[in-house]
């Protein structure tokens, strides 16, 4: 069993492409993330580049591995549909069970170009729907403190800050915030309808 990012995926059967001119325009949607244990150098190497260029952070390719991410709904990686794989990694969400009826958001990182353009919501709205669905309560999460945009976003879903963790990031300090689920209703879920790219 593998995934797109080890190069099985066959090739894409393009649809609903978008032109401007004669190029073909991104198509971002956000695909299963697999197991991380299976990723190309590569694939590791996209969000090795991703978690350093936008947070600042830097990973060793075991450290990304070895991330105890389940594959479920909670698991996503941003790709240009219309790139035939082995598909760039341009956002990641991975969620991962924590304790009790708390999920934890382990990674979420979009590349700066894709930023503002819903496919946070997108991704939050996908991730929450699987963990109320699998009997999860809360959401809990670390950010940094400087990064005042993303404590805007996860303040407008309900998470607050409860703790300061200082010396918890490489490049400054951080803030834990968690924060209730909540049922996605009918018209979230409309929104969160990526079309996934289609293969053989």
Do not use: C
């Amino acid at each position: 069993k593998g995934n797109q990012f080890a190069g099985l995926y066959p090739s894409e059967a393009k649809r609903n492409s978008r032109k401007n001119g004669s190029e073909l325009m991104p198509r971002m949607v956000w695909m299963p993330g697999g197991r991380l244990l299976d990723y190309s150098q590569n694939a590791v190497q996209d969000v090795i580049d991703l978690f350093r260029e936008e947070t600042g952070e830097r990973y060793a390719e075991a450290s990304v591995r070895h991330l105890p991410i389940p594959e479920w709904d909670a698991n996503l990686v941003l790709v240009d549909a219309e790139q035939e794989p082995p598909r760039k990694i341009e956002g990641v969400f991975f969620g991962t069970p924590f304790k009790e009826d708390i999920v934890r958001i382990a990674a979420f990182v979009i590349a700066k170009k894709h930023q503002g353009q819903a496919h946070g919501s997108r991704a939050w709205l996908r991730f929450n729907k699987e963990a109320w669905a699998k009997g999860f309560r809360h959401v809990q999460l670390e950010v940094k403190a400087d990064n005042v945009r993303a404590q805007h976003f996860y303040a407008k879903r309900g998470l607050s800050v409860l703790q300061e963790l200082d010396g918890y990031y490489q490049s400054g300090m951080g803030y834990m915030m968690r924060g209730p689920l909540a049922p996605v209703s009918d018209e979230e879920e409309l929104f969160t309808s990526d079309p996934s790219p289609t293969h053989d």
